[in-house]
Structure formats: structure tokens, C-alpha cells
């Protein structure tokens, strides 16, 4: 005695474009505000790039559901007065700084900035590398390069990996050597 059941398999529906960005968005949300760190962000968008049904992108996305409304004002408020304290401390800060003079836009050579004597500006500390950094004027932007040192270079609190534009006013460091830039 012989049956035969007929299974009618249907394909899943495909997965719109839409669905698939909504996923990556809250996932780049919850990577942006530290839900998830970046190993796990890079893990789950290539997930969410091969899945195939909404329910597996649901269950990628389960743990990041948004926030509420309460939430997200409670925490763009301490943001923004987080982010009010840093910069009051960095103004108050700044003016007890000594100044560094950015060097006259028309020089063609660059500001050399270690320990080495024959740097332009010499800093005996022994935060300081040798060679530490170079400042250079590009394109009418003041730009400041790290130039490996161990200690690093920072701007505005921010280490520099590279090189970054400054211009007056900002704090610079090399190693624990910290300054205000001026242009007089």
C-alpha cells in the first residue's frame, strides 16, 4: 500500500529592501550608542545581509528595540549636559594654558615639533618622542600630523590618528605636553 502526500512548499517571500534597511539601521543605532559593540555590529549586518525571512531579522534586531520616549529625553539630557560639562572644563582649562604660535601662513617649510634638537619646537619632556609631530599649512588649513610618537597627539582631547586640521583656539598635546594654539 503506497500513499503519497503532496507537500506544497511555497518560497518564503522575499525580503524587501526596506525591511533589510530598517534592520541595519537599528543595528547602526545600537552600535552608535554602545548596545552592541562593533565586533558584534559587523557580525549582525552580514547576518542581516544573508537572511532571508523577516523573522530572522527580527531575532537579529530583538535585543535593540528602541527606546522609549521617557528614555531618550532622560538621555539626550545627560548627553547634553555631559557634553556642557566637558566643554566648560575644556574653556576653563584653556585660558591657564600656555599659547602655541601657529607659525606664519607664508612659511613653505613645516613646524617639526619632539624632543630632537633640531626641532623647531623643541619640548624636553619625556612624554615627548624625539619626533613627535609636524604642523604644516595645506590648502589654507592648518593641519597637524602625528608623526608616530608613543605617547601621541591630541586635539581637543581627541588623539590625533594621522593627521587633523586645527586652527586657533584649539588644545593641543604632545604626550603630557599640552597647549592652546594662537596666532598671536
Known amino acids: 500500500m503506497t500513499s503519497s502526500f ?18 541595519l539601521s537599528v543595528l547602526r543605532e545600537g552600535a552608535a550608542v554602545g548596545r552592541i559593540s562593533h565586533n558584534t555590529f559587523v557580525h549582525r ?14 531575532a537579529l534586531t ?9 528614555s531618550r529625553l532622560v538621555f539626550g539630557t545627560v548627553e547634553a549636559v555631559s557634553g556642557f560639562t566637558v566643554r566648560l572644563s575644556r574653556a576653563w582649562q584653556a585660558e591657564k594654558l600656555p599659547k602655541l ?22 619640548l624636553s619632556h619625556e612624554t615627548v618622542s624625539r619626533v613627535h609631530a609636524e604642523l604644516t599649512r595645506q590648502g589654507g588649513l592648518w593641519v597637524l600630523r602625528d608623526l608616530g610618537s608613543t605617547n601621541g597627539t591630541s586635539v581637543n582631547g581627541r588623539r590625533v590618528i594621522g593627521a587633523a586640521v586645527v586652527q586657533a583656539g584649539d588644545q593641543v598635546s604632545f604626550g603630557r605636553m599640552s597647549f592652546r594654539l594662537a596666532t598671536d
Open 6 to 23: 503532496e507537500f506544497h512548499t511555497y518560497p518564503a517571500p522575499r525580503l524587501s529592501d526596506a525591511e533589510r534597511d530598517r534592520a
Open 45 to 58: 549586518m552580514e547576518l542581516a545581509l544573508a537572511a532571508r525571512t523577516s523573522d530572522e531579522l527580527a
Open 62 to 70: 530583538a535585543d535593540l528595540r528602541k527606546e522609549s520616549r521617557f
Open 101 to 122: 604660535l601657529l607659525p606664519r601662513p607664508e612659511s613653505p617649510y613645516p613646524l617639526r615639533i619632539g624632543r630632537d634638537p633640531a626641532s623647531g619646537l623643541r
